[in-house]
């Protein structure tokens, strides 16, 4: 027992110090490891599956909604990433360079890409001439890096793992409809996959992306108070097309620039995972991204009868279920601690009691609730057992970002909240980017968003009680 115990303590409790809970996490659920590159992450077997998981389930949706994959270079000419100014102004602290090639110093230097608009540009100024060559929707699954000052797994790396979808249409309206679509698509995977809720919305003009003519965001809530930004999609207008030469030409023959549009999500989705359903003794996975849903451990599995009866229950339970079972001879407690650390969903305890009376223990992750199931309910009782879970889980989080979330109408209250109650703030604001710079400055929060769903919480900016334009939900972030 004692080396139970000693597992269970090894994690730091999110009450005691947030950020060493999360690292404890990531590391002894085997997500990643430290790399001799500073800044970079080894993603562990464990890591990579859920990240497999997360891929699987967005490029189904992305080849459902026509989107094709590519692949670009990894490297971009100083002189393509300098075509569009505000894009390369935007990205200029982050750029590593490659300046020799072997012993030769490089005539142009190349830069290791943080992003491929630049790339995607030069290609759609080659391939497309026509009205008939619209709309291209392309994806890409790559890595991008990063130059980062402050990093930590899954959430700030310097080399990290995404996809980036670029699209080319034939008018404004046809771009912003992309744009919003994509956007969707992210938060109702978010939410009906990753059980996070997300507030949709769009970033301001100080907050959008660097080249883009507006960037629109889903935001969530994290166990300690801080917002994280999950996913972003932009539209380019025709900003980029006029830097690259995009042209086409349209049914009347006449010449015109494409409207272009942006979108990704990262492996920091792993990182929300963890922050908004995890608890002192680990992980918690929702059913629908866990690598393993169901685990079997047998109890006195030297007893005879006992390992034949979970291999059985394991083959029954592939048919619905990915599932593990774990004959290893540690002791049952030891297995109990290693898979409520990785999160699996739920757990299965059969021995030789449980086989007498045609029966097996479920144990769920997120509560820890025991059922006695009867085998021959067995995948039935499963399959809405998952279902519950993931549904729970979603439930969870919402309650608690809704318990988080505050609202101030002068700038006294906006201060006191975000001094002593993490969460979202929501506020009116006048639009003007010398009062989101003077909140940020005196409370410490940025604007996360500008909701679709608007509410008229005051007439008046929380900061400088001129007319408000818009509310917003502020808040700290990582």
Not at 153 to 170: C, D, I, M, S, Y
Not at 265 to 271: P, Q
Not at 322 to 335: E, F
Not at 358 to 379: A, G, H, P, Y
């Amino acid at each position: 027992m004692s080396k139970n115990k000693k597992f269970v303590e090894s994690i730091t409790p999110m009450s005691e110090d947030f950020a060493k809970w999360y690292t404890d996490i990531v590391k002894k659920a085997e997500l990643t490891d430290y790399s001799t590159v500073k800044g970079c992450m080894i993603i562990r077997p464990y890591g990579y599956a859920i990240w497999e998981n997360i891929q699987k389930e967005l490029d189904a949706k992305f080849k459902a909604t026509g989107h094709e994959n590519v692949y670009m270079p990894l490297f971009i000419p100083e002189s393509l990433l300098e075509k569009e100014k505000d894009h390369v102004e935007g990205f200029a602290p982050e750029v590593a360079w490659v300046t020799h090639g072997g012993e030769e110093k490089l005539a142009e230097r190349l830069c290791v890409r943080p992003t491929s608009e630049t790339l995607f540009c030069e290609h759609y100024s080659k391939i497309i001439q026509s009205y008939n060559d619209l709309p291209k929707l392309y994806n890409q699954w790559c890595s991008v890096v990063r130059w980062e000052k402050t990093t930590r797994p899954f959430l700030r790396t310097t080399e990290f793992l995404w996809q980036e979808g670029h699209t080319a249409h034939a008018t404004q309206k046809d771009a912003e409809e992309e744009t919003i679509k994509m956007l969707n698509v992210y938060a109702d995977f978010c939410e009906n996959v990753l059980a996070m809720p997300v507030i949709k919305g769009q970033k301001t003009e100080k907050e959008k992306f660097a080249g883009a003519t507006s960037t629109y965001t889903i935001e969530s809530l994290m166990h300690d108070g801080k917002a994280l930004q999950n996913g972003t999609s932009h539209n380019f207008g025709d900003n980029f097309a006029k830097a690259f030469n995009i042209q086409y030409t349209d049914k009347n023959g006449t010449l015109q620039y494409v409207h272009q549009t942006s979108w990704g999500v990262t492996t920091r989705l792993i990182g929300s995972i963890i922050m908004v359903h995890g608890d002192d003794s680990g992980l918690v996975l929702p059913p629908k991204i866990a690598p393993i849903q169901v685990v079997i451990v047998p109890i006195a599995q030297h007893k005879e009868g006992v390992l034949d009866k979970a291999h059985e229950l394991k083959d029954r339970i592939s048919k619905v279920a990915s599932v593990k079972l774990d004959d290893s001879d540690k002791m049952a407690g030891w297995k109990f601690n290693e898979y409520e650390m990785k999160g699996i969903p739920v757990r299965l305890e059969v021995g030789p009691k449980d086989i007498e009376n045609n029966q097996v223990v479920l144990v769920r992750r997120d509560t820890r609730e025991k059922l006695v199931v009867s085998i021959d309910e067995l995948e039935v009782k499963l399959e809405e057992l998952l279902e519950d879970i993931q549904k729970s889980l979603f439930e969870k989080a919402k309650t608690l970002r809704d318990e988080k979330t505050y609202s101030a109408t002068t700038m006294e209250e906006f201060k006191e909240i975000a001094d002593t109650k993490p969460g979202f703030i929501k506020s009116m604001w006048c639009g003007e980017t010398s009062c989101e710079e003077k909140i940020k400055e005196i409370a410490g929060t940025s604007s996360r968003c500008m909701p679709f769903n608007q509410e008229n919480l005051s007439d008046k900016c929380v900061c400088c009680g001129k007319d408000a334009t818009h509310l917003v939900y502020w808040g700290k972030a990582y």
